[in-house]
């Protein structure tokens, strides 16, 4: 176990630092968390927008910049040829783990800019931040698991950005509606127990993705 989760952290390690040589990922997220919440800053302008709509806005944006950056976590070690060399030296379920844990770290850090700034530009008040904050951890690790299991099988394919999107979609729809429905409620000074039903969704999809993602990721990166 200690073996597997040692060997885990030295695959994330080496992600860490790979992405902080070349930043595609950080780049291609944070750009486009950016430039979309700044334009729709300036196309709403000075209008108060509902609560329901601002947490739409928050997590179309967060889906759709994950969606530029999460598959670049198996794509490079396709591109760079060493997909090949994990396979020899290291089990599946470790390869899984070190590159799931960058992917969650990752989006969850650049949330750390993406939300302040929402907020900044839309002018948005009235967060309970002890109900948003959950949601959005939740919401993030869930999307995470998803597209890593995703970007895995998309790897060794041709046309790897439209297929990355479009197989991930579907799956990430009920985490998509807890997260709306669960923001919604923060945005509007809800409380925990108000949105409970939304987080245990969330949690619990979270569970079912990351543990099918285990069983099956030996056949999908053996194959």
Known sequence: MWTLLRNSILIFRKDFRLEFRSRFALNAIGLFAVISLSAISFSIGALRV???????????????????????IFVREEEQQTADTLRLLTQPVTVFLGKWLFNVILLLALEI????????????????????????????????????IIAAIIAQTSNRGA?????????AVPVL?????GSWTALEGGGLTACIS???ILFSFSVVIFTASILLFDFIWRR
Do not use: C, E, Y
């Not at 008040?125 to 999307?143: H, K």
């Open 113 to 148: 800019v993406i939300v302040p700034l929402f907020v900044i530009f839309l002018d948005v008040s009235g967060i309970n931040w002890g109900t948003f904050i959950p949601v959005i951890i939740l919401g993030s690790v869930a999307l995470s698991t998803i597209s890593t």
């Open 50 to 72: 509902k609560p329901p709509i601002l947490s739409a806005l928050l997590w179309v944006v967060i889906f759709f910049s994950a969606m530029s950056g999460l598959a670049h």
């Open 177 to 181: 509606r807890s997260a709306i429905q």
């Open 198 to 200: 939304d987080l245990q």
């Open 163 to 171: 297929l990355f999107a479009v197989l991930t979609f579907p799956l």
